[in-house]
């Protein structure tokens, strides 16, 4: 049995952000983190010499994340070219009047949905787009990369409430590394899954195949699904967290990294399109950082598909479609070098978190306190951030100080 003042348990965004908090504070706390690795969904890989991050790659809101002041304080160099999707794409299959009339189509849908969320009732996002309208499949496939679904499954509300500067950078080393590195000294128990967490006695009880964990207070940082499951069980049962982590699914987006052969023949931070009359398309980034890779991007549907064929399954409708496009000789240039399957990840299932229609409110009681000592934190408990990595952070250093809170007081009381 080890003794703390405060587990957290998961080491992703949100939970290495209350790590670092209590440390601010002095208080002692202990993650335990079920992987080998710490970062969860924010995970860069080493590959053919370069660092490609298989989930988080982007600062959103970069002007104002807190990931980006850490990168400062540890060094890590950003690089604050504006992303491929706020310039034009690559015209070979998207001439730029089409560009222009696509864009238009988004900003109408965008106005019509900034409407909608002012009615009380809420709504598929699909209920948005114009009947019968030319772009409709392609505003869907931006839907599976932003969201992580297709439009039908979106609440308008939830949508409406996620906030963007519109600033956009990357940290040249990776994002997953920069989280990692931020985790440097706080004291994290890995391959340690938290399995049940008891909080009918004195103290908090996390049980973990590695033996129980006695603290003051727990932060949950896991996954909404992983609550949802019951994968991570309360004892007593917690079944409003249940029910709400259950209405806060997490959708589906997957990359892959191709490396390629005479690189100079394509233009650098480039989007492509693998197809714009359809839903199920990847999205392919030409040279990101002026590399010799192309990254592809899927999203909602045709990335639980294609995660049925395993991770090969990426490449091979990457290679298909870049081929298409690019020319035949493609299949020869174009080498596979790594691809995420977040839906197959047994400690994250799925990418990142979405509202059921009718469901915003429920991110809320997902983060709320249970008695003053179970705290909860991670995107999904994010009202306005969800989905991205500094809203982890932001949940994680909220979910921190509420416990460091309740610490003083109970310290207080019993000066
Ligand atoms: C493909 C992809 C692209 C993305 N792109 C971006 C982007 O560009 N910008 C951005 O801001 N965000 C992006 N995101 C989202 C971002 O990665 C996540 O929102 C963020 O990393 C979530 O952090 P978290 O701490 O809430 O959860 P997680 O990172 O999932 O951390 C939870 C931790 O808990 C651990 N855990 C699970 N179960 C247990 C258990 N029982 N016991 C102990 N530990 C457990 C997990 O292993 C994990 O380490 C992307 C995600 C994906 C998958």
């Known amino acids: ?21 209590l440390r601010q504070a002095r208080l002692s706390g202990l993650i335990v983190e079920a992987r080998g690795r710490i970062g969860g969904r924010a995970w860069t ?14 600062l959103h809101s970069a002007d104002e994340n807190e990931w980006t002041g ?3 304080e540890l060094g890590f160099a950003i690089d604050r070219t504006p992303p491929p999707w706020s310039r034009n794409a690559h015209q070979l299959n998207f001439s730029a009047p089409d560009q222009r009339d696509f864009h238009a189509a988004w900003d109408r849908f965008d106005a019509r949905m900034a409407q909608a969320a002012k009615e009380k009732a809420d709504r598929p996002a699909s209920e948005c787009l114009e009947a019968g309208g030319r772009w409709n499949s392609l505003l869907d496939a931006l839907s599976t990369y ?29 994002y997953g590394a920069l989280i990692e590195a931020a985790a440097a000294g706080l004291e994290i128990a890995t391959d340690c899954p938290a399995l049940q967490i008891v909080h009918s006695g004195p103290r908090v009880r996390v049980v973990t195949p590695r033996g129980t964990i006695a603290a003051r207070a727990a932060i949950v940082t896991v996954p909404s699904t992983l609550i949802a499951s019951g994968a ?10 249940v029910d709400a982590a259950a209405a806060l699914p997490l959708g589906l987006a997957d990359k892959v990294f191709l490396r390629v052969d005479e690189p100079e023949a394509l233009p650098v931070q480039t989007r492509l399109f693998g197809a714009i009359d359809r839903t199920a398309t ?25 995660e049925q064929e395993g991770e090969a399954g990426f490449a091979r409708f990457a290679v298909d479609q870049l081929a298409a496009l690019l020319g035949s000789d ?8 790594a691809a995420s399957a977040w839906g197959r990840d047994p400690y994250a299932r799925g990418s990142y978190s979405y509202a059921e229609v009718g469901s915003t409110e429920l991110r809320s009681v997902l ?27 932001r949940t994680g250093v909220a979910a921190a100080e509420q416990a460091i809170r309740v610490t003083a007081k109970l310290a207080g009381a019993s000066a």
């Open 1 to 21: 049995m080890h003794d703390v003042d405060i587990v957290i348990v998961g080491a992703g965004a949100a939970g290495v952000a209350a790590g670092r908090r």
């Open 45 to 58: 890989m080493e590959q053919a010499g370069l660092p490609v991050d298989l989930g988080c790659g982007w």
């Open 70 to 72: 850490v990168a400062g």
């Open 146 to 174: 932003i969201n992580g679904v297709e439009l039908e499954r979106l609440s308008v509300h939830d949508f409406s409430r996620y906030r963007n500067t519109g600033v956009n950078w990357r940290v040249v080393k990776g």
């Open 232 to 241: 991570l069980a309360f004892d007593p049962p917690l079944v409003d967290k």
């Open 282 to 306: 990847g999205s392919y980034h030409l040279r990101p950082f002026g590399s010799p890779l192309i990254e592809g991007y899927f999203g909602g549907r045709l990335a639980h598909e294609l």
């Open 330 to 337: 493609m299949r020869r240039r174009l080498h596979p070098i």
């Open 367 to 393: 983060a709320a306190p249970v008695d003053d000592r179970l705290f909860f934190a991670g995107e999904a408990c994010s009202i306005n951030d969800y989905s991205t990595a500094h809203g982890a952070y």
